[in-house]
């Protein structure tokens, strides 16, 4: 079994040293010290097929125990949350990149982003998953204009991650009320597969 000591390692190393053992070994060991890395290895060993036995230890860090069970699942796979026709290739990915839409007045960006978020469920392509970063991760926290709608839009099966590298850098990791705290492997790898992207 290879150890990965990924302490001290910023996201997404973690999840990108894990994968590339799986694929030399069918068990892995990874020891991270946050909560955040802990998650992102969790999924990654959910989406590669691995069994996950989590280890707290006395100093605050894990050790993740991934062996491989069965066939990873697949990338392509699309929820059609909406029971509505699936973007065709892979699934319907919206990126928001900002908390407010278009260039220009921001207060009258930020109307158009609440329209923009509230518009998504009468859309015949509704989104499979929804992707937060940079500042767009303030509409996920709490007191957003839109977190009634990104609630019910994750109650519908719609996917939402939330970069975790950009809600540290804002300090409003704790305040995140919606959606995966997630890391860049996990949002470049969505964008890669996606059979539509949408960023308003």
């Known amino acids: 079994m290879e150890t990965i000591d990924a302490r001290g390692l910023a996201c997404p ?3 990108v ?7 030399k070994n069918d068990s892995v060991t990874v020891i991270v010290d ?4 802990k998650e992102n290895v969790s999924r990654l060993a959910e989406k590669t097929g691995c069994a996950i036995a989590v280890e707290p230890a006395s100093d605050g860090t894990f050790r993740l125990k991934l062996s491989r069970t069965g066939a990873p699942s697949s990338p392509y796979t699309v929820t059609e949350a909406s029971g509505k026709v699936p973007a065709v290739g ?3 990915v919206f990126v928001i990149a900002a908390n407010t839409m278009g260039k220009g007045d921001d207060e009258l960006g930020e109307v158009l982003m609440k329209a923009f978020i509230h518009t998504i469920f009468d859309l015949d392509y509704t989104p499979d998953t929804l992707i937060f970063y940079n500042t767009g991760v303030r509409l996920a926290a709490k007191g957003s204009d839109v977190l009634d709608d990104l609630q019910k839009l994750e ?5 939402i991650l939330v970069c975790g590298t950009c809600a540290n850098f804002f300090n409003i990791k704790e305040d995140i009320s919606v959606g995966i705290i997630s890391n860049m492997y996990d949002i ?5 597969r996606a059979g539509r992207i949408v960023m308003p």
Request: hydrophobic content about 30%; aromatic content about 0%.
């Open 17 to 23: 040293l894990t994968k590339k053992a799986l694929e």
């Open 13 to 15: 190393q973690p999840v």
């Open 155 to 159: 109650e519908q099966g719609v996917e």
């Open 188 to 192: 470049a790898g969505t964008m890669s």
């Open 90 to 92: 892979g699934p319907n």
């Open 34 to 37: 946050n909560e955040t890395a």
